[in-house]
C-alpha cells in the first residue's frame, strides 16, 4: 500500500518546521509527502524549499493565493500517486505511529476512509476547553458514532482516503467552509464505508485568543449549517442517520435558545441549571484528565461555563444567517499562531 500526505499550508513559518518533522519520523513511512504552499508571504517558502531541496518532501506552490484550504487542497491533489491520501494541517504534528494505524486501518477492502484521533496542544485555558471537547467528542461521540457506522465528520487533520475512489466520487466544490464535513457527507451519500481509529493521533494547534476562538467557531458552526442544507436529504436515507443529524441540530437549536430564554423566565432556576452543567462538566472532566493523563483537565469546568454563553450566541448567529438568510459568505479564517517547537 503506498501512503501519500497532501498537506496544504499558507504563512505557516512558526509551525510547518515541526509539522515536517513529525512526518518524515513515522515508524512506517510515508511513501510520499507533499505540501502546498498557498503563495505564502512569510518563511514558510523558504522552509520548504530546504527540505524540499533534500528530496524528504514534494513543495508545489499554487499559481495564486486561493484563500480557501480546499482549493489548494484539490490543487494538491493532481500531484499524489499513492494508494491511499492522508490528508492533516501545517499547524499539526502527527503522532511517531500514525502512518501505522492508518495503514492497520485500510486492511479491509471495504474500508474507504479513516478519521483518526485530534487532541489539541497545550498553551492555555482556551486549548484547555478545545482539549475537553475533543475528549468527549472522540471518546464518547464519535466511538459510538463509528459503532452505528456513522461517523459525523472526519477531522481535517487526521482522515484518510482511498485516492481512486475520493477523485471519482468525493472530490471538490468549494461551497461550503468546513470541507472536511462536506467530504464526510458525500463518503455517506455513497454508503462508503468510514471507522474511526483513536490511535491515529495528531497534535493541532489550537486557538489562543478569545478572537481566533470565536472566527473558528462562527466557521464550524456555519460551516455545519452550510453542509446540512446541502446535504439534508440524506437524513431520509436511513432512520439512524436522521436520529443523529436531529439530535444534533435540534438539541444544539433547542439548548442555545435556553441558555438565553432561561434567565428572562426564572434567574433561580437558571442558577440551579448552571450549578448542574458546571456539576456534570467537572466530573467528566476528572475523567478527561484521567484519559488523558492531563491533570488541567480535572478543572476544565470554571472555564467552559464562561464559553457557554458565547458558544450559545455564535450557534444562533449562523442559524439566523445561513439558515434563515440564506448567507453563503465563504471567507474562512486563518486564526494566528503561536507555533510549534521542534522536537
Same mark, same amino acid.
Given at each position: 500500500?503506498?501512503?501519500?500526505?497532501?498537506?496544504?499550508?499558507?504563512?505557516? =513559518?512558526?509551525?510547518?518546521?515541526?509539522?515536517? $518533522?513529525?512526518? *518524515?519520523? $513515522?515508524?512506517?513511512?510515508?511513501?510520499?509527502?507533499?505540501?502546498?504552499?498557498?503563495?505564502?508571504?512569510?518563511?514558510?517558502?523558504?522552509?520548504?524549499?530546504?527540505?524540499?531541496?533534500?528530496?524528504?518532501?514534494?513543495?508545489? !506552490?499554487?499559481? $495564486?493565493?486561493?484563500?480557501?484550504?480546499?482549493?489548494?487542497?484539490?490543487?494538491?491533489?493532481?500531484?499524489?500517486?499513492?494508494?491511499?491520501? /492522508?490528508?492533516?494541517?501545517?499547524?499539526?504534528?502527527?503522532?511517531?505511529?500514525?502512518?501505522?494505524?492508518? =495503514? &492497520?486501518?485500510?486492511?479491509?477492502?471495504?474500508?474507504?476512509?479513516?478519521?483518526?484521533?485530534?487532541?489539541?496542544?497545550?498553551?492555555?485555558?482556551?486549548?484547555?476547553?478545545?482539549?475537553?471537547?475533543?475528549?468527549?467528542?472522540?471518546?464518547?461521540?464519535?466511538?459510538? $458514532?463509528?459503532?452505528?457506522?456513522?461517523?459525523? /465528520?472526519?477531522?481535517?487533520?487526521?482522515?484518510?482516503?482511498?485516492? =481512486?475512489? %475520493?477523485?471519482?466520487?468525493?472530490?471538490?466544490?468549494?461551497?461550503?467552509?468546513?470541507?472536511?464535513?462536506?467530504?464526510?457527507?458525500?463518503?455517506?451519500?455513497?454508503?462508503?464505508?468510514?471507522?474511526?481509529?483513536?490511535?491515529?493521533?495528531?497534535?493541532?494547534?489550537?486557538?489562543?485568543?478569545?478572537?481566533?476562538?470565536?472566527?473558528?467557531?462562527?466557521?464550524?458552526?456555519?460551516?455545519?449549517?452550510?453542509? #446540512?442544507?446541502?446535504?439534508?436529504?440524506?437524513? %431520509?436515507?436511513?432512520? +439512524?442517520?436522521?436520529?443523529? *443529524?436531529?439530535? @444534533?441540530?435540534?438539541?444544539?437549536?433547542?439548548?442555545?435558545?435556553?441558555?438565553?430564554?432561561?434567565?428572562?423566565?426564572?434567574?433561580?432556576?437558571?442558577?440551579?441549571?448552571?450549578?448542574?452543567?458546571?456539576? /456534570?462538566?467537572? /466530573?467528566?472532566?476528572?475523567?478527561?484528565?484521567?484519559? =488523558?493523563? !492531563?491533570?488541567?483537565?480535572? *478543572?476544565?469546568?470554571?472555564?467552559?461555563?464562561? #464559553?457557554?454563553?458565547?458558544?450559545?450566541?455564535?450557534?444562533?448567529?449562523? %442559524?439566523?444567517? +445561513?439558515?434563515?438568510?440564506?448567507?453563503?459568505?465563504? @471567507?474562512?479564517?486563518?486564526?494566528? &499562531?503561536?507555533?510549534?517547537?521542534?522536537?
Amino acid at each position: 500500500m503506498k501512503l501519500s500526505l497532501l498537506v496544504p499550508c499558507f504563512n505557516e =513559518e512558526k509551525s510547518i518546521q515541526a509539522c515536517i $518533522q513529525s512526518c *518524515l519520523s $513515522q515508524v512506517r513511512k510515508f511513501d510520499e509527502i507533499i505540501f502546498i504552499d498557498d503563495c505564502s508571504t512569510d518563511g514558510t517558502s523558504a522552509i520548504l524549499a530546504s527540505y524540499s531541496g533534500e528530496g524528504l518532501i514534494i513543495a508545489k !506552490r499554487t499559481p $495564486q493565493n486561493t484563500g480557501n484550504k480546499s482549493t489548494a487542497q484539490e490543487f494538491g491533489l493532481q500531484f499524489v500517486t499513492g494508494d491511499v491520501v /492522508v490528508t492533516t494541517d501545517a499547524d499539526t504534528v502527527l503522532d511517531s505511529h500514525f502512518t501505522e494505524e492508518i =495503514e &492497520r486501518s485500510f486492511i479491509s477492502e471495504e474500508v474507504v476512509a479513516v478519521a483518526g484521533h485530534v487532541k489539541s496542544l497545550d498553551y492555555n485555558w482556551l486549548t484547555l476547553c478545545r482539549a475537553f471537547d475533543y475528549v468527549v467528542g472522540q471518546h464518547i461521540n464519535k466511538l459510538a $458514532q463509528s459503532y452505528v457506522n456513522y461517523i459525523f /465528520v472526519m477531522p481535517g487533520a487526521a482522515s484518510a482516503f482511498r485516492t =481512486e475512489l %475520493f477523485r471519482k466520487y468525493i472530490g471538490f466544490d468549494h461551497d461550503t467552509i468546513t470541507e472536511d464535513l462536506d467530504f464526510t457527507y458525500k463518503l455517506h451519500w455513497e454508503n462508503f464505508k468510514i471507522i474511526y481509529n483513536d490511535k491515529a493521533i495528531s497534535y493541532t494547534e489550537d486557538p489562543t485568543t478569545l478572537s481566533n476562538y470565536v472566527n473558528q467557531i462562527r466557521r464550524w458552526f456555519g460551516g455545519g449549517w452550510q453542509n #446540512l442544507i446541502k446535504h439534508f436529504d440524506i437524513a %431520509f436515507t436511513s432512520p +439512524i442517520r436522521a436520529f443523529e *443529524l436531529s439530535l @444534533i441540530y435540534t438539541e444544539g437549536l433547542i439548548f442555545s435558545l435556553l441558555v438565553f430564554i432561561l434567565p428572562i423566565i426564572n434567574i433561580l432556576f437558571t442558577l440551579w441549571i448552571l450549578i448542574i452543567y458546571f456539576a /456534570v462538566t467537572s /466530573v467528566f472532566g476528572i475523567w478527561a484528565a484521567w484519559k =488523558e493523563n !492531563r491533570p488541567m483537565l480535572a *478543572l476544565v469546568a470554571f472555564p467552559y461555563v464562561a #464559553l457557554l454563553y458565547i458558544n450559545a450566541y455564535i450557534y444562533l448567529e449562523q %442559524f439566523i444567517k +445561513i439558515v434563515v438568510f440564506r448567507n453563503k459568505d465563504l @471567507i474562512w479564517f486563518k486564526p494566528d &499562531r503561536i507555533g510549534i517547537n521542534p522536537q
